[in-house]
C-alpha cells in the first residue's frame, strides 16, 4: 500500500508533512481504489516537483492487479488501446515492478543522492590520499549526470583500480552497462572488508558474453553481501 515509501521520504527528509491515505475503514471498493490511485498520483506529482524523473510511471501501474483492473473499467483512458483493459496478470508484473523501482530510485536520488558532495567525497574513509584530487575533466557541467554522480562513479573507478591494480583504469560512464558484469561491485566489497571476504566473488566470471552470465555474476555478488552480513 505504498506504506515504505511514504515512511523511506519521512527518513531521508526528516520531514512528516507527506501522508499517506488513511483507507483501512474504507469499505467500498470504488472508493477505496479511488482513494489509492489519487494518493499515487499525488506523490508522483510531488516527486516530479522535486526533481524525480517520473514521466513514464502512472499511478494505476503501482495498484495491485485486481485494482488496476477494476480501476480501468471504471475509468477507460484515451491513452490506452481497448485491450489494455484486458492485460494478463504477467504482463501487468512487469509492469508494476518497472514502476515501484523507478520510483524507488528516484526518491532516492533526489532526496539522498544531492548528499554525496566533493567534501563528503574527500572524507570517505578508504579513500587513497593520492586519489582525493579529481581531474578537472570530472567537475565539468553536465546535462546528463549531476556532481553527485560524478562522484559516486569517481569512487567506484578508484576502489576497482586498488583492487585490480590494472595498468589501464576502469573509465565508468554510465550506472548500467559499465556496472552489469559485477566487477566493479565485487572490487569495492573486496576493497573494504578483504579479498578473501567471500569465496562468491572468486567465482564471478571473467568476460559477460550473454545474460546467463550477468545473472551469474550478479546472483554472486548478492551470495558475497550475504556473507558479510549486508
Not at 64 to 87: C, D, G, T, V, W
Not at 90 to 119: E, P
Not at 188 to 193: A, K
Not at 195 to 206: I, Y
Amino acid at each position: 500500500d505504498g506504506s515504505q515509501l511514504y515512511e523511506l521520504i519521512q527518513y531521508l527528509t526528516g520531514k512528516s508533512s507527506l501522508t499517506k491515505s488513511k483507507l483501512g475503514d474504507v469499505k467500498s471498493k470504488k472508493e477505496r481504489i479511488a482513494g489509492m490511485y489519487k494518493q499515487y498520483n499525488d506523490l508522483i506529482r510531488l516527486l516530479k516537483e522535486n526533481g524525480a524523473l517520473l514521466n513514464t510511471i502512472r499511478p494505476e501501474f503501482l495498484l495491485k492487479y485486481q485494482e488496476f483492473s477494476y480501476y480501468l473499467k471504471q475509468n477507460p483512458m484515451e491513452y490506452l488501446a481497448p485491450s489494455s483493459s484486458r492485460i494478463n496478470e504477467k504482463s501487468f508484473t512487469y509492469l508494476s515492478q518497472d514502476a515501484w523501482i523507478t520510483l524507488f530510485f528516484q526518491i532516492m536520488k533526489i532526496y539522498y543522492l544531492g548528499r554525496v558532495t566533493l567534501k563528503s567525497y574527500k572524507s570517505t574513509p578508504g579513500m587513497p590520499i593520492d586519489k582525493l584530487n579529481l581531474p578537472d575533466y570530472y567537475m565539468e557541467p553536465s546535462n546528463l549526470i549531476s556532481q553527485s554522480e560524478v562522484l559516486l562513479i569517481r569512487w567506484m573507478e578508484v576502489h576497482y583500480e586498488t583492487v585490480r591494480h590494472t595498468a589501464h583504469p576502469r573509465r565508468i560512464s554510465n550506472f548500467e552497462e559499465d556496472l552489469r558484469d559485477g566487477h566493479v561491485f565485487a572490487a569495492i566489497i573486496q576493497s573494504y572488508v578483504g579479498a578473501n571476504c567471500s569465496r562468491a566473488l572468486s567465482q564471478l566470471r571473467g568476460q559477460c558474453q550473454n545474460e546467463d552470465d550477468y545473472t551469474h555474476n550478479c546472483k554472486k555478488i548478492l551470495e558475497a553481501m550475504g556473507d558479510i552480513g549486508l
